[in-house]
């Protein structure tokens, strides 16, 4: 593939940086027919070091990338797809929660402590030493995430790059159908320290705890979200 840009001729590199903006924006699109009621956010980077920048609604529409020096335009950066998609875990995590089914059958930590075999990630060391030392209760979650490339042309090595998340305590079945897409990188391999910041400042909060409601007790719940990475 390396072999195949360097012989690639400047209008072709053109033709293709273009292509991959056109298709970023039309995913950008997609998502926001299928979340009208989620936050759909953009971040920009750095078109030359892909350093981050910031939210797009936060960020000045033309400034210096503080890394490379570079001048940007927010704007131009968005058309160009020099961007990435967040989609907030809160809005999904109470959502998903919110439903009788699921709630239900929800795996209850501490009656795996009983055991001492290994039947799923909730059994694993670390969170049973979470639970043994009360850093986490029944009422609270921990996520699994993953995030790799999904080759969709042979043209060229862009691809998406979705990160993928699924709530360890759901059953295995409710987690095959309920994994969530927090992020959306469509291009070459991401810079992971770009990628990941917002999500890293999310799961902060996450840890902090949030509110949501209980279908089976229509009380109030006050849950916090621990992350583990699985990259």
């Not at 910031?54 to 490379?68: A, I």
């Not at 060229?156 to 969530?180: A, F, G, K």
């Amino acid at each position: 593939m390396t072999t195949l840009i360097q012989m690639t001729t400047p209008i072709k590199m053109t033709t293709m940086i273009q292509m991959m903006a056109m298709t970023q924006m039309r995913i950008l699109s997609k998502m926001e027919t299928f979340t009208l009621e989620m936050a759909i956010l953009i971040h920009i980077y750095c078109a030359e070091c892909m350093f981050y920048l910031g939210k797009q609604s936060q960020l000045q529409q033309e400034g210096h990338c503080p890394e490379y020096e570079a001048e940007y335009n927010a704007k131009q950066s968005k058309a160009e797809g020099n961007f990435f998609i967040s989609v907030p875990l809160q809005h999904q995590m109470k959502d998903l929660l919110e439903c009788s089914d699921v709630v239900r059958n929800c795996i209850i930590k501490s009656q795996i402590l009983r055991y001492n075999h290994l039947t799923d990630v909730c059994a694993g060391q670390k969170v049973k030493s979470l639970m043994y030392n009360n850093e986490i209760t029944d009422d609270d979650f921990t996520l699994t995430f993953n995030i790799d490339g999904v080759p969709v042309f042979k043209s060229t090595n862009c691809s998406p790059w979705p990160i993928q998340c699924t709530v360890n305590e759901l059953q295995y079945d409710d987690r095959r159908r309920n994994v969530l897409i927090t992020g959306l990188w469509f291009g070459v391999k991401p810079n992971m320290n770009t990628f990941l910041e917002p999500l890293r400042d999310e799961a902060i909060i996450l840890a902090e705890g949030f509110q949501w409601k209980n279908p089976l007790t229509n009380q109030m719940v006050k849950s916090s979200v621990l992350s583990l990475f699985i990259m």
